[in-house]
């Protein structure tokens, strides 16, 4: 009781400055705002209004402002400026091409915001450079990375068919999952299977991203207040590096004494990294914590996406997979390559990220300078300019039947294509002006090669030994995503129900 009044007080005497603060900062914004006149709006001309649609109906303003303008440039209201947004492929090529010095990179759009708000290393450049590590690693780490899924499975699905259909809750299951196995390359055993460490992603992942998507409305100067007033994110993100602190003392201690010993070394990143020894056990520990944080929340949202359409999939579609998984294991096992040959696996999850990605817009840049478009639209500098990935995503001209998931979409077009280079265009790492949920050009993201052989292998090792679907009756119908300003999560209170396959069904699956 005596806590609720203190922390109702507390708040009354914070929130009149932070709501002064915030209309100062507000006119201040307004004044600076660059002129725009000449590009046409969607959503509406008045700002406020323009925010409140663009915050509740984001989708439909850019796909209102896609459809009628297509080919030149449009305006939105993206909550706290104007964002002029670029969907010809002409203009895409140029917004690639054009250098830092004249459309400066925005922050990465994922989580990027709770990381900054308690305090955790966030540097764009950073964890770009430690997600093309994780690639590179990737070969080495491979057996490592299918070891946890097969560990995980056991120990959070049901592992008898005698047990019959299970219900589970999506987003625990698949955040503990993918918590384990990317951790498992990230900081390795024991701490990827710490409970207390598992609990602690799954909270920062749900509060983490209502807090990206929601303080996106605020200036950046009160994030810090957002996240302290309402959420656990401070409190839950000082756990986690105390954890991860310990861990990297633990191991550099491990590293000194197994230097010599080439076979007893880890390989996982965090002992990768002490080894290059340039880093205080701080630096280190923060670096290490944004990379985890920020690799099991996309995989994992992404990867729900994926989950709900298999729940909905035909039997045909995952008869198929079965067979191309089985048919796969039958030459080498679990491998690396065996997992990049799998075409139909891989269509799925490119499908799922096409039709239920989590940002409406990719490729955000700022103008530094004026930048004039070659079509002679004129940028003033400081304006925001983003692609609007979903409405692309969903044009009848380039995906016909776009609305439909069609499981092997990509598949099949990558087989009809004449040359290895053109077929590579669909695989699912691929960025292109026509699939954006990645990104595209130098701020693609550099985490997708990683992310994209953690989902093929829990996917294929799921459909393997257990099916899925919704519950029965009025359930049985994917929940609706979650949508605020440019960002779609999927549902984080939806369930399905699995059961473990009988032996023998699994074909090369006992492996
Ligand atoms: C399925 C999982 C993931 C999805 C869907 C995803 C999606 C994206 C998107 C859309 C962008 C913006 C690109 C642009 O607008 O041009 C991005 C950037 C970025 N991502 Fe990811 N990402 C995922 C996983 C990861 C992982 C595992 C890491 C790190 C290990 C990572 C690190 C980054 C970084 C550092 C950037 C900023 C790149 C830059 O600005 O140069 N991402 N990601």
Same mark, same amino acid.
């Given at each position: 009781?005596?806590?609720?009044?203190?922390?109702?007080?507390?708040?009354?005497?914070?929130?009149?400055?932070?709501?002064?603060?915030?209309?100062?900062?507000?006119?201040?914004?307004?004044?600076?705002?660059?002129?725009?006149?000449?590009?046409?709006?969607?959503?509406?001309?008045?700002?406020?209004?323009?925010?409140?649609?663009?915050?509740?109906?984001?989708?439909?303003?850019?796909?209102?402002?896609?459809?009628?303008?297509?080919?030149?440039?449009?305006?939105?209201?993206?909550?706290?400026?104007?964002?002029?947004?670029?969907?010809?492929?002409?203009?895409?090529?140029?917004?690639?091409?054009?250098?830092?010095?004249?459309?400066?990179?925005?922050?990465?759009?994922?989580?990027?915001?709770?990381?900054?708000?308690?305090?955790?290393?966030?540097?764009?450049?950073?964890?770009?450079?430690?997600?093309?590590?994780?690639? %590179?690693?990737?070969?080495? =780490?491979?057996?490592?990375?299918? !070891? *946890?899924? $097969? +560990?995980?499975?056991?120990?959070? /699905?049901?592992?008898?068919?005698?047990?019959?259909?299970?219900?589970?809750?999506?987003?625990?299951?698949?955040?503990?999952?993918?918590?384990?196995?990317?951790? %498992?390359?990230?900081?390795? =055993?024991?701490?990827?299977?710490? !409970? *207390?460490? $598992? +609990?602690?992603?799954?909270?920062? /992942?749900?509060?983490?991203?209502?807090?990206?998507?929601?303080?996106?409305?605020?200036?950046?100067?009160?994030?810090?207040?957002?996240?302290?007033?309402?959420?656990?994110?401070?409190?839950?993100?000082?756990?986690?590096?105390?954890?991860?602190?310990?861990?990297?003392?633990?191991?550099?201690?491990?590293?000194?004494?197994?230097?010599?010993?080439?076979?007893?070394?880890?390989?996982?990143?965090?002992?990768?990294?002490?080894?290059?020894?340039?880093?205080?056990?701080?630096?280190?520990?923060?670096?290490?914590?944004?990379?985890?944080?920020?690799?099991?929340?996309?995989?994992?949202?992404?990867?729900?996406?994926?989950?709900?359409?298999?729940?909905?999939?035909?039997?045909?579609?995952?008869?198929?997979?079965?067979?191309?998984?089985?048919?796969?294991?039958?030459?080498?096992?679990?491998?690396?390559?065996?997992?990049?040959?799998?075409?139909?696996?891989?269509?799925?999850?490119?499908?799922?990220?096409?039709?239920?990605?989590?940002?409406?817009?990719?490729?955000?840049?700022?103008?530094?300078?004026?930048?004039?478009?070659?079509?002679?639209?004129?940028?003033?500098?400081?304006?925001?300019?983003?692609?609007?990935?979903?409405?692309?995503?969903?044009?009848?001209?380039?995906?016909?039947?776009?609305?439909?998931?069609?499981?092997?979409?990509?598949?099949?077009?990558?087989?009809?294509?004449?040359?290895?280079?053109?077929?590579?265009?669909?695989?699912?790492?691929?960025?292109?002006?026509?699939?954006?949920?990645?990104?595209?050009?130098?701020?693609?993201?550099?985490?997708?090669?990683?992310?994209?052989?953690?989902?093929?292998?829990?996917?294929?090792?799921?459909?393997?030994?257990?099916?899925?679907?919704?519950?029965?009756?009025?359930?049985?119908?994917?929940?609706?995503?979650?949508?605020?300003?440019?960002?779609?999560?999927?549902?984080?209170?939806?369930?399905?129900?699995?059961?473990?396959?009988?032996?023998?069904?699994?074909?090369?699956?006992?492996?």
């Amino acid at each position: 009781m005596d806590a609720d009044v203190h922390n109702v007080t507390y708040l009354s005497l914070i929130l009149p400055y932070a709501v002064v603060l915030c209309i100062v900062l507000w006119v201040r914004r307004e004044k600076s705002r660059p002129d725009l006149s000449h590009i046409p709006s969607v959503g509406s001309s008045y700002c406020f209004v323009g925010a409140i649609r663009f915050l509740f109906n984001a989708q439909s303003v850019l796909q209102e402002g896609y459809e009628r303008h297509k080919l030149a440039p449009f305006k939105v209201f993206n909550l706290t400026h104007w964002a002029v947004v670029v969907a010809s492929p002409q203009l895409i090529e140029e917004v690639r091409k054009a250098s830092d010095n004249d459309l400066r990179a925005c922050e990465m759009p994922h989580i990027s915001y709770s990381l900054a708000g308690v305090g955790i290393a966030h540097d764009t450049r950073t964890i770009a450079d430690l997600g093309t590590k994780l690639a %590179r690693t990737l070969p080495l =780490l491979f057996a490592d990375m299918h !070891q *946890e899924v $097969i +560990a995980a499975f056991r120990d959070i /699905l049901p592992s008898d068919d005698a047990a019959g259909w299970v219900q589970l809750p999506v987003v625990d299951t698949v955040t503990e999952i993918i918590t384990r196995v990317s951790n %498992r390359v990230i900081v390795g =055993l024991p701490l990827c299977r710490d !409970q *207390e460490f $598992i +609990a602690l992603h799954k909270r920062l /992942l749900k509060d983490g991203t209502m807090v990206a998507a929601i303080v996106g409305m605020f200036p950046k100067t009160l994030l810090q207040i957002v996240v302290y007033l309402f959420t656990k994110l401070p409190h839950d993100a000082k756990e986690m590096q105390r954890m991860v602190q310990a861990t990297v003392e633990k191991r550099e201690e491990k590293e000194q004494r197994d230097n010599e010993k080439f076979f007893s070394k880890s390989h996982d990143l965090l002992s990768e990294i002490i080894r290059e020894g340039q880093e205080t056990s701080s630096e280190l520990t923060h670096r290490i914590l944004a990379v985890s944080l920020e690799s099991v929340h996309s995989t994992s949202m992404t990867f729900t996406h994926a989950l709900y359409h298999l729940a909905l999939a035909d039997e045909d579609v995952i008869q198929s997979m079965r067979d191309e998984i089985d048919a796969e294991l039958r030459h080498e096992g679990w491998t690396l390559a065996a997992l990049e040959r799998m075409r139909k696996v891989d269509s799925f999850l490119k499908e799922s990220m096409r039709i239920s990605g989590f940002r409406a817009v990719t490729m955000m840049r700022k103008a530094v300078g004026g930048y004039t478009f070659a079509d002679g639209t004129y940028i003033p500098a400081n304006t925001v300019l983003c692609t609007p990935s979903t409405a692309i995503h969903l044009d009848e001209t380039k995906y016909p039947h776009a609305r439909t998931f069609d499981a092997f979409r990509f598949a099949r077009l990558s087989s009809h294509s004449s040359s290895s280079s053109s077929s590579s265009q669909y695989r699912l790492t691929t960025a292109t002006p026509d699939f954006l949920a990645w990104g595209y050009g130098r701020t693609a993201c550099p985490g997708r090669f990683f992310a994209a052989a953690q989902m093929k292998l829990v996917l294929a090792y799921f459909v393997l030994h257990y099916d899925v679907r919704f519950l029965e009756g009025d359930d049985a119908v994917r929940p609706p995503d979650w949508c605020l300003g440019a960002s779609r999560f999927p549902n984080l209170g939806g369930r399905v129900v699995v059961r473990k396959r009988r032996w023998g069904e699994g074909g090369a699956s006992s492996c």
